[in-house]
């Protein structure tokens, strides 16, 4: 597999209120296509900013970000969106739903934004809303819905492109086990379907459908494991419940 992403050196140093903390410190991180990869590590290790920083939703202290052999860090804030918004998906950790669109609409936005016919759009909305368990609630609006609930919204929008590269910032992180199992079902068939996704989770059942489990710990990486086709994960700390 060939490189789709790489972090070389990787620093981000935060100014809060004139005390610099250090949220990540000479990261190195590569991510093959078609590979999946868990983030893991203690709260306030480094996972959501590495995250931020490798989808160019900020911008690093030090280092540099290399997508498919272009560096992204220094690209402009247009060239970035548009970068988001056909060769990568997001799922925030707290959902980042439109609250004036229905669920319906927050997953057809990025297929519109590209092009997408306004007929194709609401079909793949609708299959990935029933894939996810709530093809029900698709004309309700983000304030009526559970936080399981928008969550599932919030994944079908980033898997709405079939992009690249999936990024998920505690994808099942609000769900319940059911809920979680379903989530983390349409991830394995985006991954089947070639997609690379780049997940940071407390989950270990997330963890233990992944390639790779990289571990960061103060900032930095503390483990980075292969994992075998029926080899069970091995965490170096005890992972929060869900």
Known sequence: MTALLEACDLAKTYDTGGLPVVALNGVDLTVRRGEFVAVMGPSGCGKS?????????????????????????QLSETALARLRRRRLGFVFQFFNLLPTL????NVELPLLLTGTS???ARRTARGLLADLGIGDKGR?????????????????RALANQPDLVVGDEPTGNLDSGSAREVLGLLR??????????LATHDAR???AADRVVTLRDGRVFDDRTLGAARPVTLPFDPEPL
């Not at 229905?102 to 609409?105: D, Y």
């Not at 309700?140 to 994944?155: D, I, N």
């Not at 068939?189 to 780049?198: I, M, N, P």
């Open 206 to 208: 997330v963890a233990a």
């Open 49 to 73: 900013t590495l995250l931020n920083l490798v989808a160019g939703l900020d911008r690093p202290s030090a280092g540099a970000v290399w997508f498919e052999g272009e560096r992204i860090d």
């Open 118 to 120: 306004r007929r194709e």
């Open 102 to 105: 229905s669920a319906e609409a």
């Open 189 to 198: 068939e985006a991954h089947g379907r070639g997609q690379t996704l780049l």
């Open 140 to 156: 309700s609006a983000p304030s009526r819905l559970s936080g399981g609930q928008q969550q599932r919204v919030a994944l079908a």
